[in-house]
């Protein structure tokens, strides 16, 4: 086993390997032996029908900061492009300025949502060799792209959807993110402390029988482990009901799970998303903090609406003895809707925001790990049922 480096980002944020682990449930595993090693996440990008005033509210209501732009004004004609950051977290919101603008295809197909879940890689060309000879569809080749600030190596390659995977080696970059991005700060009012450190997850949404696919081509083409697998009661309601299966890189920096809808008395949150959005895609991305409890505050006073939970979760004695002893009295949980959920290796607390756009499709979780390197699935049912609540108020149950 090899010790696992701290990215860039990761230094610049002041995180340690030791708060990762807490964080997102970092391991060490050896390179050198991955045909695929991934390091990181490197950015979500989204595709959003109004960029400017997306890069507003993910300033405001979640607390990121303002460090790069394209557009317009720096020779880029087709989109404008906002690069925020909280802690080693990277979002990336993409918006058509030109009509032709494939962004703003993408915006009339599917609303809203997620386009590229890039990572970071050390090698381009090996990872692009290797998914090529595991019949991966190679969207952009292996290239250089260059400025003033150094050289990024550069190639994609498709997942579930229209949803791609770009793999970055910036190594030789010293730039605020890629070759045509500037320097671009806000007036933003930031919160004291931020709201998140890091990128846990981002679950994909695919159609009915085609989770195992997307698991083998995870393990196959770029080298994922299984981390987990929820099936049956484990993941259903009274009405509706999903499998899933989690993929994760060898150090787990970026986790993939993967749901598809199963058979119910009526329409699951899985067939909800591949309706609104029209394809496979990404529906919620985890992002991981270390006080849950000052996140949630601050962001409901910016305007953030969390799925609520009814007061007989937090009465139950059967979870009240599972949980134990966790580091806030039960009751202050109750009072924001929080979650709680204990494993074999810890515990975590998490919530989920309401959709954050027009459709119901993309929609954030907040987690707190404290050891666990789980998902919740003590707390599916009870967020399955807050979700059929809000189907249901919207007609779509």
């Not at 925001?353 to 003590?378: N, Y």
Request: hydrophobic share 35%.
């Amino acid at each position: 086993m090899t010790s696992v480096d701290l990215t860039p980002e990761e230094r610049d944020a002041e995180l340690t390997v030791d708060r990762l682990k807490q964080l997102v449930g970092l391991v060490d595993y050896d390179q050198s032996t991955d045909p695929f090693p991934v390091t990181a996440m490197d950015a979500v990008v989204f595709v959003s029908g109004n960029a400017t005033q997306s890069a507003h509210y993910y300033q405001h209501a979640f607390g990121m900061t303002l460090v790069g732009y394209s557009g317009p004004e720096t020779g880029n004609r087709d989109h404008k492009a906002f690069v925020l950051r909280s802690g080693s977290a990277r979002f990336v919101i993409v918006g058509a300025v030109d009509p032709a603008s494939p962004y703003a295809d993408h915006h009339r197909r599917h609303g809203d949502g997620v386009v590229d879940l890039a990572l970071e890689v050390p090698d381009v060309d090996r990872c692009i060799e290797h998914a090529r000879r595991q019949g991966a569809d190679v969207l952009e080749e292996p290239h250089d792209v260059s400025d003033e600030f150094g050289t990024v190596r550069r190639a994609a390659i498709a997942t579930y959807g229209e949803t791609r995977h770009t793999l970055i080696d910036r190594s030789r970059y010293e730039g605020v993110y890629l070759p045509g991005f500037v320097e671009r700060t806000s007036r933003m009012t930031r919160p004291e402390k931020r709201l998140f450190q890091a990128v846990d997850h981002c679950v994909g949404n695919v159609e009915l029988g085609r989770m195992d696919e997307w698991v083998d081509f995870y393990n196959r083409v770029m080298g994922f482990v299984n981390m987990a697998e929820f099936v049956g009661d484990d993941i259903a309601t009274e009405y509706s009901a999903l499998m899933s299966k989690v993929v994760a890189n060898g150090n787990h920096r970026v986790k993939f799970p993967l749901n598809e809808p199963a058979l119910g008395k009526k329409r699951s949150q899985i067939d909800e998303y591949l309706d609104f959005y029209g394809d496979s895609g990404c529906q919620h991305i985890a992002i991981a903090t270390n006080d849950i409890l000052r996140s949630v505050d601050e962001m409901i006073a910016r305007g953030v609406e969390f799925l609520s939970t009814p007061d007989s979760y937090y009465d139950d004695a059967e979870l009240r003895a599972r949980i134990g002893e966790v580091r806030v009295p039960v009751e202050q949980l109750k009072a924001r809707g929080i979650l709680v959920d204990r494993d074999e290796d810890g515990y975590l607390l998490q919530i989920f925001t309401r959709p954050v756009g027009d459709r119901p499709t993309v929609f954030f979780e907040l987690i707190e790990r404290h050891g666990s390197l789980g998902f919740g699935k003590g707390n599916f049912k009870a967020l399955f049922e807050a979700i059929e609540r809000e189907q249901d108020a919207r007609g779509n149950l």
